[in-house]
């Protein structure tokens, strides 16, 4: 396997809103060894829902990321 393929991967799921319910949001690390790669995540509110991809660059996010985002980073490296 190639050191920038995508070998760490962990997907987690929450309530984006207080009352929501169901665990309908959810993030996902996609890594590299090197902890390059993206997060997606998907928030569903009651009538929508919004997509964000984020990417990380050995371990460093171009935009912070949310406690969920981070969770989901590091169970992916710790796989």
Do not use: C, F, W
């Not at 319910?21 to 928030?43: P, T, Y």
Request: hydrophobic share 40%; glycine share 8%.
């Amino acid at each position: 396997m190639t050191p920038t393929a995508v070998s760490k991967t962990s997907l987690v799921r929450y309530d984006a809103y207080e009352g929501a319910g169901g665990h309908q949001s959810a993030s996902i690390a996609l890594l590299d060894a090197g902890r390059s790669g993206v997060v997606v995540s998907a928030i569903q509110g009651r009538d929508y829902a919004r997509i964000y991809v984020k990417e990380l660059d050995r371990g460093r996010p171009n935009v912070a990321l949310s406690p969920e985002e981070e969770e989901a980073v590091e169970r992916a490296m710790a796989s």
